[in-house]
């Protein structure tokens, strides 16, 4: 038996170093300076000597409202860092903040004129906090670690694989499908992360067996097609994938 993994549509991705596409090239790490944005979310909007400076710092800023409707698309975008300027007598401002927070697309900045309310936003999960008035230099100074901490969490070239709308992290072990995480057993995504190395072509069942046990396949084993089983549920729902048996 022989398994294999199709894209059904092809997929190429252009970043700042190149594409990617369904034969097998690993992603490419993206420039920090093309994701170097920040997403700022405010009531009273941003002073333009704050913005300059940010840009001076090679970090550009995307500006809205805590009512804003681009706020639900923004968890699909790439941003470094999110600035959450909190309005302590908004209580729909204290919502979308708690919400952002958990969404944990980037690291936060927790901005508030009261203490108390910058402690509840650690406790939410922001990485960090500053009390109103703050100072220019300050602000930057916090910006730009939360950045370095972006950039430091984001997985090399060679750990990241991509393959259409299918993406996985061979250091961490984490698989993702349309951006959605995809919650794999230990063996499956070695399955998966085998599948990654060669898509598009047949792998065999002696090299799966190798990948999860490190002996050739016997003949009378079933535990790897319970193992594909459970991975082609979990991948062929979003009608992506085809595996061939």
Same mark, same amino acid.
């Given at each position: 038996?022989?398994?294999?993994?199709?894209?059904?549509?092809?997929?190429? !991705?252009?970043? !700042?170093?190149?594409?990617?596409?369904?034969?097998? $090239?690993?992603?490419?790490? +993206?420039?920090?300076?093309?994701?170097?944005?920040?997403?700022?979310?405010?009531?009273?909007? +941003?002073?333009?000597?704050?913005?300059?400076?940010? =840009? =001076?710092?090679? &970090?550009?800023?995307?500006?809205?409202?805590?009512?804003?409707?681009?706020?639900?698309?923004? *968890?699909?975008?790439?941003?470094?860092?999110?600035?959450?300027?909190?309005?302590?007598?908004?209580?729909?401002?204290? &919502?979308?903040?708690?919400?952002? +927070?958990?969404?944990?697309?980037?690291?936060?900045?927790? #901005?508030?004129?009261?203490?108390?309310?910058?402690?509840? !936003?650690? =406790?939410?999960?922001?990485?960090?906090?500053?009390?109103?008035?703050?100072? $220019?230099?300050?602000?930057? @100074?916090?910006?730009?670690?939360?950045?370095?901490?972006?950039?430091?969490?984001?997985?090399?070239?060679?750990?990241?694989?991509?393959? !259409?709308?299918?993406?996985?992290? @061979?250091?961490?072990?984490?698989?993702?499908?349309?951006?959605?995480?995809?919650?794999?057993?230990?063996?499956?995504?070695?399955?998966?992360?085998?599948?990654?190395?060669?898509?598009?072509?047949?792998?065999?069942?002696?090299?799966?067996?190798?990948?999860?046990? $490190?002996?050739?396949?016997? *003949?009378? =084993?079933?535990? #790897?097609?319970?193992? #594909?089983?459970?991975?082609?549920?979990?991948?062929?729902?979003?009608?992506?994938?085809?595996?061939?048996?």
């Amino acid at each position: 038996m022989h398994i294999a993994a199709k894209l059904c549509e092809p997929f190429k !991705g252009t970043d !700042g170093a190149g594409t990617t596409d369904l034969n097998g $090239q690993v992603e490419r790490s +993206v420039s920090p300076r093309l994701r170097r944005t920040i997403l700022w979310i405010s009531g009273d909007g +941003v002073t333009p000597p704050i913005v300059a400076s940010l =840009e =001076e710092a090679e &970090l550009s800023v995307q500006i809205l409202g805590h009512r804003d409707e681009r706020l639900s698309a923004a *968890p699909n975008d790439d941003f470094c860092c999110v600035v959450l300027d909190i309005c302590t007598q908004d209580k729909s401002s204290l &919502l979308m903040a708690r919400q952002f +927070v958990a969404l944990n697309i980037a690291p936060t900045l927790w #901005i508030s004129t009261s203490e108390d309310n910058c402690l509840s !936003g650690i =406790e939410l999960g922001a990485a960090d906090f500053l009390l109103k008035p703050f100072s $220019q230099p300050e602000l930057l @100074l916090r910006v730009r670690a939360l950045v370095r901490r972006f950039e430091l969490r984001q997985p090399s070239s060679e750990s990241l694989k991509r393959c !259409g709308a299918l993406k996985a992290n @061979l250091s961490t072990r984490e698989a993702w499908l349309h951006d959605s995480p995809l919650v794999l057993t230990s063996s499956e995504f070695t399955i998966l992360e085998t599948l990654l190395q060669e898509p598009c072509r047949i792998v065999s069942r002696d090299k799966l067996a190798m990948a999860l046990y $490190q002996r050739q396949a016997s *003949p009378l =084993e079933r535990s #790897i097609d319970v193992h #594909i089983c459970n991975l082609r549920k979990k991948i062929e729902k979003y009608g992506t994938f085809e595996f061939v048996r």
